[in-house]
């Protein structure tokens, strides 16, 4: 990570090529995926119309997939500036790349949204992606997404929301950690296993870590209203709020 990448690189190397790992050593996240996928079609229920949804930090297409299965007339921007990870989504997704309702950008986030007109946007979707933003740079995605967003428009976004409570909050993290050791001493990847703690040690640092109450505090400096913090799984939460 430079000042000029304000955001964690970790996954261009071994932690992107074994992010399917991720379903064994910390099952909540695929779980927050579904729950993505799950308040996706719950807008998609309230209209009649055709639906843009721009995904942030699309990874390896774990949560656009569960986007694209909850309303069929949904189309996805998928945003990640990680070739690495972007590549296995594009072999994961080609038949809905193939059908045209989803289409890649190589972008970090922050660029992607500027390069949006105001107001063109139905939904804001990510998994795991803003606790990866140092502070101020997740500041300025949040003024970008609320930007971009069609009056009466959703953020969904499913993700690291570290508890208010530090002591609960370093609990939970220590079971966490407990279960990479686990999972992953137990298959002989002691590679993966250092790649995850370096990259839990970024996720925890004061200029990441993504506090519940200043999170949404700061949603609602942006103008979000109805932000609502649901659906807590020890450190991970999903997280709506509507312009």
Request: hydrophobic fraction near 40%.
């Amino acid at each position: 990570m430079t000042v000029n990448t304000p955001f964690d690189a970790m996954f261009s190397g071994v932690i992107g090529q074994d992010y399917q790992m991720l379903k064994l050593i910390c099952p909540f996240a695929t779980e927050m995926s579904r729950l993505v996928g799950e308040a996706v079609g719950e807008y998609c229920r309230q209209t009649t119309e055709p639906v843009g949804v721009v995904e942030l930090g699309g990874g390896t297409g774990i949560t656009t997939l569960s986007i694209l299965s909850s309303d069929d007339r949904l189309s996805v921007l998928s945003v990640d500036n990680e070739p690495t990870m972007q590549n296995q989504a594009k072999q994961n997704l080609r038949h809905w790349l193939d059908a045209g309702r989803l289409v890649f950008c190589g972008d970090d986030a922050l660029t992607a949204l500027r390069s949006l007109a105001s107001e063109s946007v139905d939904i804001l979707a990510s998994a795991y992606t803003l606790h990866n933003f140092e502070r101020d740079y997740r500041k300025q995605v949040i003024g970008e997404m609320f930007r971009v967003l069609k009056p009466g428009g959703w953020f969904v976004n499913g993700d690291r929301y570290a508890l208010d409570d530090i002591s609960a909050h370093t609990r939970g993290t220590q079971q966490e950690v407990k279960g990479y050791f686990k999972v992953l001493t137990g298959i002989n990847r002691i590679d993966l296993l250092e790649h995850w703690i370096i990259h839990l040690f970024n996720d925890e640092s004061e200029n990441h870590i993504m506090r519940e109450a200043t999170a949404l505090q700061q949603l609602a400096e942006a103008g979000f209203k109805l932000i609502e913090l649901k659906q807590r799984m020890d450190v991970n939460a999903l997280v709506t709020a509507v312009k």
